[in-house]
Structure formats: C-alpha cells, structure tokens
C-alpha cells in the first residue's frame, strides 16, 4: 500500500505534538470510549477482517478496533505525525496489541483497496480539505467494507451559566481553527458525496463536563494554542488577554458545566 507524505490534502495539525496534547487526546479518548465502542459494535465486520484508524494520534481507537478484529485480523494506525505514531507505538505494547502495526504518512488517493473498514475520528475537523480525506479513506475500503467517520460540530458547545467571554473566544477561534467546526453536520453528505456510499446510518452523543473534568477548560486552552495566529488577524492583545482571565474565573468556579460539541458519528458501506 502507498502512503504520502504530501497529500494533496495538506493539514498540518495545529494543535500540535506537545505532551500536553498527548495527554489531552488520551483523556478525550477514555471520555469518547462509550461512543466509539458504540459505532464499532454497529459495523458487521467478517472474520477475519483488516481496518485501519485514519490520523489515530497516540491511541485513536485501536484498541476497539484490535477487539473488532480478531486475533488473527490486523489494524493500522495510520498518522503523518511523527510524534504521534511514537506514541501511538507505545500504547499498543502499553495495551499488548498483538494485531496492532503502525505507520507514518497520509492515505495517497490512489491506495489499493484493503480494508473492510476505514475509520477516522476528529480528523476531518482540522482538515483543510475533507472531501479529499474521506475520497482516500474510500479508495482503501473493500467493495462492501465500512467507513466510519466521528467529528465534533460546535453548535451545541456551551458554558452553563453563559458567559459573554465563551461566545466572544468561541466566535474569535472558530475561523484560525484550520478546519470546519461544524464538519459534523456535514458528515452523512460527504459519505455519500466523496465516499459513493448510497445508504448512511448517523448517531450522535452529547457531553456534558464538570470542574477538573480534562475537557471542561479547552475552549481556554485553544485561546493559548490560537493566540498567535489571533493577534496576526489583528485581535488586540489586551482584549484577548481579558476574556481569557474573564473565562478562566467563570469555568473555575465550581458551578460552571460545559456542554460539549455534538460528537457525530456518520457510517456506510463502500457500494
Ligand atoms: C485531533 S487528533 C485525533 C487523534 C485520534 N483520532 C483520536 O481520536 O484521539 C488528529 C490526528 O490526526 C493527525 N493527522 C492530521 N492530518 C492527517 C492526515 N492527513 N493524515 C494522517 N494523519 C493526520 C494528527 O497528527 C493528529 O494525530
């Protein structure tokens, strides 16, 4: 199988490979776990089968996916960031994921189809080209195999009690974020539109967290990570400053709960 390391569907992650990022998606990735043994549980999968976790970061889903499997199927988690996939490396020998392999590099479009399922979750997001990702992640299904996609949309995400520094940061964040915030709602189009899948099952999972929880302070911590590519799309430094100490009070205090973006989870088979 071919991988790029170009793609003609260029998305640098802007998040970045910082161990507090490897934290925070392994965190995200136990709150998700319910969600995505779901979707798993959905898709028929012959035995024995081949999948691979498309941008699989330090884990993605590859232990669900080593379970769906079975021992003599196989998995790849496939990321194009080389951090990433070191630590994608060592939650597998972490878990002992013995049908587990990994590699570094992007789906290329022209891959031959070898997967009965291709699965990507919060990828698509932060890709400045969706349509192409998902037309790649087709090209690698088998005829009659499964794509399965999981992406946030933003309309649902809020702070209860409302907060004027929430919708300002939110409303400021959403256009340097570097892909489409509300790709969710867009999924069952593009499985049919880019994927050719003629039939698409949808679901959708809404979080709800509280003080400490690891995700009830992102919209704070994206201000941090966004700051710069904000004050060159000439934010005023102070202003950015203010709300983030505005928001940082609201979302300590322990009565403050955050609704998270709608997780949808879009999945069809390749015709
Ligand atoms: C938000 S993280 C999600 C990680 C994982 N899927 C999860 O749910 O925890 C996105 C990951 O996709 C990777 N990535 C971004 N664009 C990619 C591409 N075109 N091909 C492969 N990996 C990509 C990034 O390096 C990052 O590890």
Same mark, same amino acid.
């Given at each position: 199988?071919? %991988? +790029? #390391? +170009?793609? @003609?569907? *260029?998305s640098a992650y802007l998040l970045g490979a910082s161990s507090a990022e490897h934290r925070r998606l392994l965190a995200q990735g136990d709150l998700l776990r319910d969600a995505a043994r779901q979707l798993v549980a959905r898709l028929a999968l012959p035995a024995p089968a081949r999948a691979i976790d498309v941008g699989c970061g330090p884990l993605g889903i590859l232990d669900l996916l080593s379970d769906a499997v079975g021992p003599r199927g196989g998995v790849v988690g496939l990321d194009d960031n080389e951090q990433m996939i070191a630590w994608a490396r060592q939650s597998i020998a972490r878990l002992g994921l013995a049908n587990v392999t990994t590699e570094l590099g992007r789906l290329s479009g022209g891959d031959r189809p #070898?997967? *009965? $399922? #291709?699965?990507? %979750? $919060?990828l698509l997001i932060n +890709? #400045? *080209? @969706?349509?192409a990702v998902v037309s790649a992640m087709a090209a690698v299904t088998r005829p009659g195999g499964w794509i399965a996609v999981q992406e946030y949309d933003w309309a649902t995400w809020q702070c209860d009690p409302p907060h004027p520094a929430w919708d300002a940061l939110k409303a400021m964040i959403a256009p340097v974020f570097g892909g489409d915030v509300h790709i969710g709602a867009r999924l069952p189009s593009l499985l049919r539109e880019a994927a050719g899948c003629q039939e698409v099952h949808t679901a959708a999972h809404a979080f709800y967290w509280l003080p400490r929880s690891p995700c009830q302070r992102l919209l704070l911590q994206f201000a941090g990570l966004f700051g710069e590519r904000l004050l060159a799309r000439g934010t005023d430094p102070d202003t950015l400053a203010t709300l983030k100490c505005e928001l940082g009070a609201h979302l300590a205090r322990p009565t403050t709960v955050v609704r998270e973006s709608l997780l949808v989870q879009a999945w069809g088979r390749r015709p």
């Open positions: 199988m071919t %991988r +790029s #390391a +170009s793609a @003609p569907h *260029d #070898a997967f *009965d $399922l #291709a699965h990507c %979750r $919060l +890709s #400045a *080209d @969706p349509a």
